[in-house]
């Protein structure tokens, strides 16, 4: 069994920064990505950003492409999200993903393992 586990979520201000946690544990699995997904109420599930974890290459939604930042640590088997220059618009459960085989990119359905969640909460 894999475990994904997020953290570093909260309560920002409208132009504030937060950086989230991605851990995965349990049984070594190789992944292929990682992916930040955010649900906002009333709203689908809608991809954010995306890591290949091999070259590092990464794809981000139009909507964070300046404002957000994925990055890796492998050692540590954990992936981040750092967030800047937040939104109220930008408030949601973030959750972090991997696919086990090929790139998911911003495709839901690739995506084999999820975490529970994170909540953003944005103050205007």
């Known amino acids: 069994q894999v475990q994904l586990v997020e953290s570093g979520g909260g309560l920002v201000q409208a132009g504030g920064s937060l950086r989230l946690s991605c851990a995965a544990s349990?049984?070594?699995?190789?992944?292929?990505?990682m992916g930040w997904f955010r649900q906002a109420p009333g709203k689908e599930r809608e991809f954010v950003v995306a890591?290949?974890?091999?070259?590092?290459?990464?794809y981000y939604a139009s909507f964070v492409k300046g404002r957000f930042t994925i990055s890796r640590d492998n050692a540590k088997n954990t992936v981040y999200l750092q967030m800047n220059s937040l939104k109220p618009e930008d408030t949601a459960v973030y959750y972090c993903?991997?696919?086990?085989?090929?790139?998911?990119?911003?495709?839901?359905?690739?995506?084999?393992?999820w975490g529970q969640g994170t909540q953003v909460t944005v103050s205007s």
């Open positions: 993903a991997a696919t086990t085989t090929g790139w998911g990119g911003s495709t839901i359905t690739l995506y084999d393992y």
């Open positions: 890591i290949n974890w091999s070259d590092g290459y990464r």
């Open positions: 349990g049984r070594t699995f190789s992944r292929s990505s």
